[in-house]
């Protein structure tokens, strides 16, 4: 799942990790014979990374995600807020029903917001089921907007309609 567009090309995967290492091997086997699938998964203390690849910072995530209503990376966002990592195999698994659930339980504990009133089946909001009340977005803005920490990147990640990837009257 992702998205990909061709501006000397930019993707966005739900598991970076494995899409990496699938290219990664496409390109190897044009040059040499290689044995194996690839895995995901933590490795032994003792290696050595092959490379290092940090993420941008959340708020460059936000303004795209707002910006060019991406809507693969607002599912992927919730999966990773439903991961973890396995205790007995080491692998990183995503979930949407724990990514769904913690967002619910946070809009619960936070703003008093229950299931009653809401309805979330997808990150993106694209699914027909989903229902969120005008009023709990503004409550949840509200907040974000009283604490120095998210005002800016958020005020910053808002489109404006008509110019950038929003509906337009």
Same mark, same amino acid.
């Given at each position: 799942r992702g998205? $990909?567009?061709?501006?000397?090309? =930019?993707v966005l995967a739900s598991? &970076?990790?494995?899409? #990496?290492? +699938?290219?990664? !091997?496409?390109? $190897?086997?044009? $040059?040499?014979?290689?044995?194996g699938d690839v895995k995901s998964?933590? +490795?032994?203390?003792?290696?050595? &990374?092959? !490379? =290092?690849?940090?993420?941008? &910072?959340l708020k460059s995530w936000l303004y795209e995600l707002n910006h060019n209503s991406n809507n693969?990376?607002?599912?992927?966002?919730?999966?990773?807020?439903?991961?973890?990592?396995?205790?007995?195999?080491?692998? #990183? =698994?995503t979930d949407l029903a724990r990514g769904l659930e913690t967002v619910e339980s946070l809009l619960l504990e936070q703003f008093g917001v229950g299931k009653q009133s809401l309805s979330m089946v997808d990150g993106s909001g694209l699914h027909h089921d989903n229902r969120v009340p005008a009023q709990t977005l503004v409550m949840v803005l509200n907040r974000l907007m009283g604490t120095d920490a998210y005002k800016y990147p958020v005020l910053d990640s808002l489109g404006l309609q008509g110019f950038h990837k929003t509906a337009s009257v």
């Open positions: 998205d $990909l567009e061709n501006e000397y090309t =930019k598991r &970076p990790d494995i899409y #990496f290492g +699938v290219r990664f !091997l496409e390109e $190897l086997t044009e $040059l040499i014979s290689v044995d998964g933590l +490795v032994a203390y003792e290696m050595e &990374p092959l !490379l =290092k690849v940090e993420s941008r &910072p693969a990376l607002a599912d992927g966002l919730l999966l990773l807020i439903g991961s973890e990592v396995d205790t007995f195999d080491g692998r #990183f =698994k």
